[in-house]
């Protein structure tokens, strides 16, 4: 599942989440750049490599 952080609230909330020491899953954070609308990898691709293993968000730069 991609989690989509579109807002200051939910990235201070990503932020926690990574800083959690009962977390039981990796996390990958794909950042977008200011520059562009979409990440400059294929994040379908990246979630269905790491299948239910990993959670990943995708974070616009200046959220």
Request: hydrophobic share 40%; glycine share 4%; with cysteine.
């Amino acid at each position: 599942m991609i989690t989509h952080i579109e807002s200051p609230t939910e990235a201070a909330s990503l932020a926690q989440s990574l800083l959690r020491r009962d977390r039981t899953k990796p996390a990958v954070v794909v950042s977008v750049s200011v520059t562009a609308d979409e990440p400059f990898i294929d994040v379908a691709e990246l979630t269905k490599a790491v299948g239910d293993d990993c959670e990943v968000y995708v974070i616009k730069t200046g959220s």
